[in-house]
Each structure stands twice: as C-alpha cells, then as structure tokens.
C-alpha cells in the first residue's frame, strides 16, 4: 500500500519534471501535479495541511527556488534559467501516504550548483545504506551529514525526515544530523522518509512572511532529495522513485 503511494508520487515528479523550464511557473507545476494525483485516485496531502504559523499550505506540492530551502508556496513567478526548484510532493492512496522530494535544474545550471545537488542526492541514498535492522537512526543523520560536510555543504538542523505510514509525518523523526550509534533502534517493518536538506553556506534559516517557505539567511542556494523507504527482510527497500525523473533528465 506504502509502495502504491509512493510510486504516485514518483509519477506526479516525473510529470512536473516533464514541465520544468525557463519560462513556466511554479503554480502551473503545481496544478500539473493536483491534477495528475487526483487523476489516479488520491489525495495531494500537502493541500490545506495545517500550519501552526498560519494558514493552511494552498497547494498540492511545495516548490522551493534556489535559496528556498523548504515549503516554497507556488506562485506565478516563472522560473529562470540556471534556477533550481525543489518539488516536494505527498499523496494520499487508499489510506496510505506517499512523500518525496526531487530538486530540478531549470535549463543548465553552474557546476557550483550541480555539485551542490549531487552531493545532496549522494548523501540521501548513504543515509539509506544506512538504514538497516540493528542500526539507529542516528546511523542516517550521521552518514547524511559525514558526506555533505565532507564537501563544504551545510546541513540544516530544524527540519528532518520522518515516519510514514497512515499519517504524513510519523514517529521517529530522522535528522540529517547525528552520532554513530544513537537514537531510535532500526527494526524489519518501520517506515521512515529520509530528506536531507543541504546548503551551499550557512545552515542558519528563516521563515517568510507567508508563514511557510523557509530560506538560507545567507541566501545561498539550497537542495532537498527524499525518498520513502521500508525495512524489511533486513534491508532497505526504496517505495519512491527518481527513475523516471532521472530518465527526464537525460
Ligand atoms: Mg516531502
Ligand atoms: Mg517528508
């Protein structure tokens, strides 16, 4: 059921990847993705999620540029050249939640940048090599975190990774922070979504006055990968997927 979502949310990345270039807007991307979630039978849960800040999100994907780090609101500023946009994208399938997150280049990017997001992409699937029976949690947060810092990138702190299950965001979180060995016990059946959020400067942030996108102070540019996986059959099974994506990109 997990997978069912979560291959959704793949294919509503893969659609609003499709879309991304110079020129479109990030409110278009959106109404890309409500519609193709809707299309085939679920519920973009990021639409009306309840902010304690604020309103509710308006839309059904968040749509980070450059120095946004998370929860950008779409809007109908069209996209530039050499940006990049994080989408970030949940849905609701028969019960059960999908959520990942993939950073587009829009047209070329500089090799700064493009560094910037591999390495971020690189750390997402060491943090999930990580992730196995008999480790912690904080076995991810520190492989996530050895490897950007490794490379002079920041590593936001304020907003982690997660369970997932029934609800979007379940126990335990998952930072892309931590010590070898500590935190929560890794078992066979636990779901977790695992979403490193790195910067180029400073991890220091900020929030805008819409009560949601969250920006480097710095306003250095920021990147954010997620995967949903399961642990079972001692290992880590990746339910989302960049393949399509990636394909795009190609
Ligand atoms: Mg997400
Ligand atoms: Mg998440």
Redesign the pocket.
């Known amino acids: 059921m997990l997978r069912a979502a979560n291959q959704l949310v793949a294919k509503a990345l893969a659609e609003v990847g499709r879309a991304v270039k110079p020129g479109v807007t990030t409110s278009t991307l959106d109404r890309i993705a409500d519609e193709f979630i809707r299309d085939h039978g679920a519920v973009p849960t990021f639409k009306g999620f309840p902010n304690p800040y604020g309103g509710p999100f308006p839309a059904a994907i968040c749509t980070s540029v450059n120095d946004c780090v998370v929860h950008g609101v779409p809007n109908d500023e069209p996209l530039k050249e050499g940006d990049i946009v994080s989408v ?1 994208c ?1 849905t609701l399938l028969n019960g059960y939640n999908g ?3 993939y950073t587009f280049c829009v047209g070329e990017v500089s090799e700064e940048v493009w560094n910037l997001l591999r390495v971020t992409k690189e750390s997402l699937y060491l943090g999930i090599q990580a992730a196995l029976p008999g480790k912690r949690i904080g076995d991810v947060g520190y492989a996530v975190q050895e490897h950007c810092e490794k490379a002079g990138f920041g590593v936001v702190r304020e907003f982690v ?2 369970g ?1 299950g029934r609800e ?2 379940e126990d335990p979180q998952v930072p892309n922070y931590g010590r070898r060995g500590n935190g929560p016990l890794i078992k066979n059946g636990l779901c977790i ?1 695992i ?1 490193p959020m790195i910067v180029m400067g400073s991890p220091s942030i900020y929030m805008m006055p819409d009560k949601w996108s969250i920006r480097t102070r710095d306003h250095q540019w920021a990147a954010h990968f ?1 995967h ?1 996986i399961a642990i079972h059959h001692g290992k880590a099974d990746i339910l989302s997927s960049f393949e399509e994506i990636e394909q795009i990109e190609k």
């Open positions: 970030d949940g959520d990942s997150c990774g997660h997932i979007m965001h979504a979403e997620e949903t």
